[in-house]
Each structure stands twice: as C-alpha cells, then as structure tokens.
C-alpha cells in the first residue's frame, strides 16, 4: 500500500499464546466442517446451490434511476479528478497528500469492503464509465463495435455473452487483459514504485483513464469493462458476496456469498485473478512481519549490489511473483486432490474456476481486517487535508487542527475483530465449497471425501492469516 499501515502505539499483549489462538481458529473451522457434513450432507445435485432470494419491492426504482447513476457518477468523478490534480500539484510527502488517502483508503480499502457488505456500488459511481458517458455527449460514438456502450455493464463474461453475443468484440480474450492489469496493479502496490509517489501515482491514475475511456470508446462500454477494466471485473466479483444483488433492474436480497455459487464462465483467467486477490493482500501484510526482515537480511548480499532502492523494489517484486505462484500451485494440487479423492469423472477446469469463486470471502475478511485500522484511523486523514489540499498554507475550511481519533481501533479490539472475521470468511469458504462439491460429485460420499482436502487447505490459510495479521498489532509467543 502506497500509505504507511496505522501503528497502533503500544500492542496488545495477549493472555495466551498466539498459537493458541492460530490452533482454536483452526479448531472452529474443523468443527464447521463436521456440521456442514451433517447438516447439509444430503444436498447434492443442482439443488446444493440453489439459494432463496427476496426482492425488496420499496427499492425496486433504484436500480434504474437515472438521478442516482448521475449522482454517483459524479462523486466517481470528483474523486478521480481530485486525485489526479492533488497528487500532480499537491505535497511530495505521502502522509500530507489528499490523493494517497483517497486512492489507498477510500477506493481500494473502502470501496471493496462495501462492495462486500452492500452490493454493486461501483457499478454507480464508475468513474470511467461516468467520464465515457460524458464525452459521449459531445463527441458521439460511431463504432460499431461500442454500440452497446450505453447498456449497464455484464455481471460477468458469460452474462454480457448471454446478453450481447453480437456485440461483445471481446468475448474470446476472457478476462485475461483484466489478469494483466491487475498483476501490473499488484506489482505497483507491493513495491511501491510509484505508489508512495503522489504525482507518479497521478500520472498513472491519468493515464489509466485515457486508457480505459478509449478502449470503451473502441470496442463498447460493456465489454471494456467485463473484460478488460480490472477494478470493474474486481468488483463484479467482490459483489456476488453482497446480500444484495440486482437483476433485471430488480432489488434483491439474498443469502451472504450466496451469489458465488452463480454460473460462470470456466477458464483459468478467473482462477488467477481471484489467487492475485488473495496473493496482493497477503503479501502486502507479510512485508510488516519477521519473516521479511529475515528474508531481506538472507538475500542481501544479492540484492545490495543493485542498491538499496532498486534491489528492495526488485526483491518485493519477486517476492510478490513467488507468493501468487505459491498460492496458484497450493491450490491446484488442492482441486487435484479433491477431484481425485471425489472418484468421479468432472471437467477439471469448470470444476476448479467454481471452487476458486469459494475463495473470495477469505480475499473479502483479510482485506477487512487487514485495513480495518487505516479504514477507521487513517481515513480521518482527510479532514485536515481539506482545509489546504495543495500544501499552500491556505485556511479553506476551519478543519486543520483535526486529530484523528483512534478510539475505534485500539489494538485489542483490532486483533479479536481480525480473528472474528478470518475465522466466519473461512467458515463461509468451507460452506460454499461443500455446497459446491454437492453439486459437482452429487453422490454423498464423494462429497465428504473431496472436502478433506479444502479442509486442511481452509485451516491452514486461516492459521496463517492469524499469524501475519498478529505480527503488528499483538505481543505474545509468536
């Protein structure tokens, strides 16, 4: 992350050893395991992942209000255009500029935590969608390929498919352009090239949009944004764990994560998309933990010929690299495992693409306790930065002497609230893979014997989540 994680003064000391709590997470996961198996053993077929939804009748005129989309096409809008301007002509330092706060915080902590919590609000308050249908009042699209530009963005490739074989140009790329991206994104984050720069992160944030506004002006909005655009496809995922989901310009409410169980195209760009979720987030914690000051002092003497800025960047880089595969392999073998021990024939691809989707609430809790301190601490940044956003010494609003408070985010509260939502998101992971393996392998059987595998898998990723989340916040044995 481009701004420094919030430190929390003096950590909490634990009254019992971490391991024990790395082994009672464990534990709760093993014990949801063994209900989901009596519980839900018998749900196998197409009916394991049927869900009940509401719709909610009274909101049924907000998914096609006009004003609503205006409104939140223009805070989209003001955002991006205060963090390019801020960041280009704002301080140099990164703890004074409003652009790192927006970009860091708000959009890439904030948005995905409501998106997880409510539904598709990025789908209002796009920025770049805002800003294409804004140019496209005055300079009138005429390509072919974007005729169906204005049309609400797919939920997903097989969607926008459904919805517009003709005119989705993009269709046979998947979201592998997406994949790219957001793999670029990763890199940018983790080492902090340019992200810990406010006008080198402006810059980027430009020309990204001049990127992205033209390929929607190209090949149409709706498959720009299914398949290229990574913060749309990001968020169409992070959006089928929301209660809410809309469809059909209707309100619904449904299940929690109930929406990860959806169709969806198999093909293994999703895959690894949904490991650089996981693989972006953990390796941005690992950089505050013991085992990379170790690694940093192990490799040295390779590293330090290249010189401290470039050789750590290059370092981090790899790091990140090693780590997405790391997680790529674990959990292929997993799905080799799992397919194997279920002794029925399956599409190995379509099998392994819906069960990745089972992992998005673990990417889901770790982003919400990984950033839950800066979301509730380092957000109160901005109030004083209000006041003189360029660093010129003016006196615009009466806010300048504001304090951040950290009453919400003492360390105690930090680590029990990332223990409470590490363990649910994993239990949530388990319950949806059974689910899954009940429609997959239909007999029960080899439902129960395809689940050990993603149990230990769950158990170990929650007792590693706990450790690294542990290392800034607690003292005890770790």
């Given at each position: 992350?481009?701004?420094?994680?919030?430190?929390?003064?003096?950590?909490?000391?634990?009254?019992?050893?971490?391991?024990?709590?790395?082994?009672?997470?464990?534990?709760?996961?093993?014990?949801?395991?063994?209900?989901?198996?009596?519980?839900?053993?018998?749900?196998?077929?197409?009916?394991?992942?049927?869900?009940?939804?509401?719709?909610?009748?009274?909101l049924g005129w907000a998914?096609?209000?006009?004003?609503?989309?205006?409104?939140?096409?223009?805070?989209?809008?003001?955002?991006?255009?205060?963090?390019?301007?801020?960041?280009?002509?704002?301080?140099?330092?990164?703890?004074?500029?409003?652009?790192?706060?927006?970009?860091?915080?708000?959009?890439?902590?904030?948005?995905?935590?409501?998106?997880?919590?409510?539904?598709?609000?990025?789908?209002?308050?796009?920025?770049?969608?805002?800003?294409?249908?804004?140019?496209?009042?005055?300079?009138?699209?005429?390509?072919?390929?974007?005729?169906?530009?204005?049309?609400?963005?797919?939920?997903?490739?097989?969607?926008?498919?459904?919805?517009?074989a003709p005119a989705d140009?993009?269709?046979?790329?998947?979201?592998?352009?997406?994949?790219?991206?957001?793999?670029?994104?990763?890199?940018?984050?983790?080492?902090?090239?340019?992200?810990?720069?406010?006008?080198?992160?402006?810059?980027?944030?430009?020309?990204?949009?001049?990127?992205?506004?033209?390929?929607?002006?190209?090949?149409?909005?709706?498959?720009?944004?299914?398949?290229?655009?990574?913060?749309?496809?990001?968020?169409?995922?992070?959006?089928?764990?929301?209660?809410?989901?809309?469809?059909?310009?209707?309100?619904?409410?449904?299940?929690?994560?109930?929406?990860?169980?959806?169709?969806?195209?198999?093909?293994?760009?999703?895959?690894?998309?949904?490991?650089?979720?996981?693989?972006?987030?953990?390796?941005?914690?690992?950089?505050?933990?013991?085992?990379?000051?170790?690694?940093?002092?192990?490799?040295?003497?390779?590293?330090?010929?290249?010189?401290?800025?470039?050789?750590?960047?290059?370092?981090?880089?790899?790091?990140?690299?090693?780590?997405?595969?790391?997680?790529?392999?674990?959990?292929?073998?997993?799905?080799?495992?799992?397919?194997?021990?279920?002794?029925?024939?399956?599409?190995?691809?379509?099998?392994?693409?819906?069960?990745?989707?089972?992992?998005?609430?673990?990417?889901?809790?770790?982003?919400?306790?990984?950033?839950?301190?800066?979301?509730?601490?380092?957000?109160?940044?901005?109030?004083?930065?209000?006041?003189?956003?360029?660093?010129?010494?003016?006196?615009?609003?009466?806010?300048?002497?504001?304090?951040?408070?950290?009453l919400l985010a003492p360390?105690?509260?930090?680590?029990?609230?990332?223990?409470?939502?590490?363990?649910?998101?994993?239990?949530?992971?388990?319950?949806?893979?059974?689910?899954?393996?009940?429609?997959?392998?239909?007999?029960?059987?080899?439902?129960?014997?395809?689940?050990?595998?993603?149990?230990?898998?769950?158990?170990?990723?929650?007792?590693?989540?706990?450790?690294?989340?542990?290392?800034?916040?607690?003292?005890?044995?770790?």
């Open positions: 992350m481009g701004l420094p994680l919030y430190t929390f003064g003096p950590s909490y000391a634990l009254p019992l050893p971490l391991s024990a709590f790395l082994w009672a997470g464990a534990a709760v996961v093993g014990i949801s395991f063994i209900m989901m198996t009596v519980f839900a053993g018998h749900r196998t077929g197409p009916s394991a992942i049927r869900y009940a939804s509401r719709e909610v009748g009274v998914p096609g209000s006009h004003w609503l989309h205006v409104v939140g096409g223009a805070i989209g809008l003001i955002g991006l255009v205060t963090v390019i301007i801020t960041g280009l002509l704002g301080p140099t330092e990164p703890e004074q500029n409003l652009a790192i706060y927006l970009t860091w915080i708000y959009f890439w902590a904030g948005m995905a935590v409501l998106t997880g919590l409510v539904g598709p609000l990025w789908d209002a308050i796009n920025p770049f969608k805002a800003l294409y249908d804004l140019t496209a009042r005055f300079w009138p699209v005429t390509s072919a390929a974007a005729a169906d530009a204005e049309a609400a963005p797919a939920e997903t490739a097989t969607a926008a498919k459904d919805a517009a140009s993009l269709a046979h790329l998947g979201v592998w352009p997406a994949v790219g991206l957001f793999f670029l994104f990763g890199l940018c984050d983790v080492t902090g090239v340019s992200t810990s720069r406010p006008w080198a992160m402006a810059l980027l944030a430009l020309a990204y949009t001049a990127f992205t506004v033209f390929g929607m002006r190209r090949y149409g909005a709706r498959p720009w944004l299914a398949h290229v655009e990574f913060f749309s496809v990001l968020f169409t995922i992070l959006r089928r764990f929301a209660p809410i989901d809309i469809r059909d310009g209707k309100f619904y409410l449904r299940p929690v994560g109930a929406g990860l169980l959806d169709p969806l195209d198999a093909g293994w760009d999703w895959v690894l998309f949904v490991i650089l979720m996981l693989s972006t987030l953990a390796f941005d914690a690992i950089l505050t933990t013991s085992v990379w000051d170790a690694v940093v002092k192990f490799t040295g003497p390779v590293w330090g010929p290249l010189g401290t800025i470039f050789g750590l960047h290059l370092l981090r880089g790899l790091g990140f690299v090693a780590l997405t595969l790391i997680f790529l392999i674990a959990f292929i073998v997993c799905m080799e495992l799992v397919i194997y021990f279920a002794t029925i024939q399956v599409d190995g691809l379509a099998t392994a693409t819906t069960f990745a989707l089972t992992l998005v609430p673990i990417a889901f809790v770790y982003n919400f306790a990984h950033n839950y301190a800066p979301l509730v601490v380092q957000s109160q940044q901005v109030i004083p930065l209000l006041a003189d956003p360029f660093g010129r010494g003016w006196h615009l609003l009466p806010t300048s002497g504001y304090q951040a408070s950290a360390a105690a509260v930090v680590w029990y609230l990332q223990v409470v939502l590490i363990v649910t998101g994993h239990v949530i992971a388990m319950w949806l893979a059974h689910l899954r393996a009940g429609e997959r392998f239909r007999a029960a059987q080899s439902v129960l014997l395809s689940q050990y595998p993603i149990l230990v898998l769950m158990v170990l990723y929650t007792m590693t989540s706990l450790w690294i989340l542990a290392q800034p916040v607690t003292q005890g044995q770790h």
